[in-house]
């Protein structure tokens, strides 16, 4: 079910019976009607093998079921809510940033080290990633959260987007991503620019960026 | 008002706009009178104004007339005179409100002035603050302000107040303690609670105002009901009662 903005911060959904979704706990600020919330003991979907792999990933962010009819409004923190509808792609982004999506979407964690290997790795720690990031695919909404505002950056094949990791929120699509580093001898003795790191997506899909560099 | 390519906005006292915002996070008020207002909210004024400490001094009349809630008294100030005073809190959003002969209960914290032709008093709910009468006032959120009409549930922390609505009432979710898993939970703490098993219900005819995020702003004193107010009185201390 598509989520309705109601402003920058505060998304509005719609539950219908026999359709499920996930929401990090604590995000619910309001709801009208037979709505229930419960606590998905497994984080998530899948079962208990699920469950441990995204423990083992660091990738487990409480997260309940919403089930029933009703709507529901959904914010957390005060940060900036973007919401984005999948048609068929994947959404790559931090468990931590999920503030709702669709039970219709299939829930995976990604090993940074698929993409580039040990690079990859390194890539996750710059960046705040960790080893691993949550995938989303199907077809459904999801709505996550970023500080300040987000926007969206288009990614084409053979015009490669740069972003700082800091500000990466997520990206979709078919899109490679590898860290660039621009380290001289600046960097050496403490006199660099602040953006040695800049992760570079290449590919078709989009970035999404948030206008801050502040990690949630 | 000029506007340099790209630069931020000059205002000077003649173009700040009168009771009105001037941006998402800071207020102007066209003072020509009296204004109560929490104090530290003022950010900057033009014109004659003094700032009156309430409880004692020559508006003691005015006073009597608008302010009912002397036990937060010392947190209040009263602006005086002619001129354009703004007003802001903490980047919070800052909206202005017109209540016309009509009620609302807003969080201590929330309130930073409001005009005299309103009159201030304490909820019986602890840490709420009632107005009534006509005029405008003044309210801090954290996130925009978000307007539903009950029936509805809401988030403590994400209430703000309300109007012309039956005060709520607590609702406690079961379902999230039900079956063997929900036993373990309660037993354990293992899984968690959802931390949406308790929530403020609303119903009958009014509004609810909504922040759009659970953060709350810090709280501010409302202070307590007197020891002598007696019992039956909720928040009053028994005689000889410790807590």
Redesign the interface.
């Known amino acids: 079910m598509p989520f309705t903005r109601?402003?920058?911060?505060?998304v509005e959904a719609t539950v219908v019976p026999g359709q499920r979704m996930f929401s990090q706990?604590?995000?619910?600020?309001?709801?009208?009607g037979a709505v229930?919330?419960?606590?998905s003991?497994v984080g998530g979907q899948g079962g208990v093998m699920s469950m441990i792999g995204r423990r083992v990933a660091g990738e487990a962010t409480?997260l309940?079921t919403v089930e029933g009819s009703g709507t529901v409004?959904f914010?957390?923190?005060?940060?900036h809510i973007h919401t984005v509808d999948l048609s068929g792609e994947t959404l790559y982004v931090e468990a931590d940033r999920l503030l709702a999506f669709d039970g219709s979407l299939a829930q995976g964690t990604m090993f940074m080290g698929s993409q580039g290997g040990v690079m990859g790795v390194i890539r996750g720690q710059v960046t705040g990633q960790g080893l691993f990031t949550t995938t989303l695919q199907g077809k459904g909404s999801v709505a996550f959260m970023a500080h300040g505002g987000v926007f969206e950056l288009p990614i084409a094949p053979g015009r490669p987007v740069h972003v700082d990791p800091q500000a990466y929120v997520a990206h979709r699509g078919d899109v490679r991503n590898k860290l660039a580093t621009a380290i001289g001898w600046r960097e050496m003795v403490g006199r660099g620019s602040g953006e040695a790191f800049q992760l570079e997506l290449s590919g078709q899909g989009t970035v999404y960026v948030q206008a801050s560099e502040e990690k949630l | 008002m000029t506007h340099p390519a790209g630069g931020p906005v000059v205002h000077d006292a003649a173009t700040l706009p009168s009771n009105d915002n001037v941006n998402p996070y800071a207020f102007s008020v066209d003072l020509e009178g009296q204004w109560f207002l929490q104090k530290g909210k003022m950010i900057a004024y033009y014109g004659q104004i003094d700032f009156h400490a309430i409880g004692h001094g020559p508006l003691d009349h005015l006073i009597a007339a608008n302010f009912h809630s002397p036990l937060h008294a010392s947190a209040w100030v009263v602006a005086q005179g002619r001129g354009k005073m703004l007003l802001a809190d903490r980047a919070y959003d800052i909206n202005s409100y017109d209540l016309d002969e009509g009620n609302l209960t807003i969080r201590s914290g929330n309130l930073l002035a409001f005009q005299p032709g309103l009159t201030l008093k304490q909820s019986i709910i602890p840490g709420f603050l009632t107005l009534l009468g006509t005029g405008k006032f003044v309210a801090a959120s954290?996130?925009?302000v978000?307007f539903?009409e009950p029936?509805?549930?809401?988030?403590p922390q994400?209430l703000v107040g309300w109007a012309d609505c039956p005060s709520p009432c607590h609702h406690y979710?079961h379902?999230?303690m039900r079956g063997v898993?929900g036993g373990i939970?309660a037993l354990t703490g293992?899984?968690?609670?959802?931390?949406?098993?308790h929530?403020f219900e609303f119903s009958g005819a009014g509004q609810?105002l909504?922040q759009?995020?659970?953060?709350l702003m810090p709280e501010a004193d409302t202070g307590g009901v007197p020891a002598s107010a007696g019992p039956g009185v909720p928040g009053a201390q028994r005689p000889g009662s410790r807590s």
């Open positions: 109601v402003n920058s911060k505060l706990r604590g995000a619910m600020l309001a709801y009208r229930t919330f419960t606590p003991i409480p309940m409004l914010g957390h923190g005060g940060h | 954290n996130g925009a978000h539903v029936p509805i549930r809401v988030d994400a979710d379902a999230y898993l939970r293992l899984g968690g609670a959802s931390g949406e098993e929530q609810v909504l759009s995020t659970e953060q």
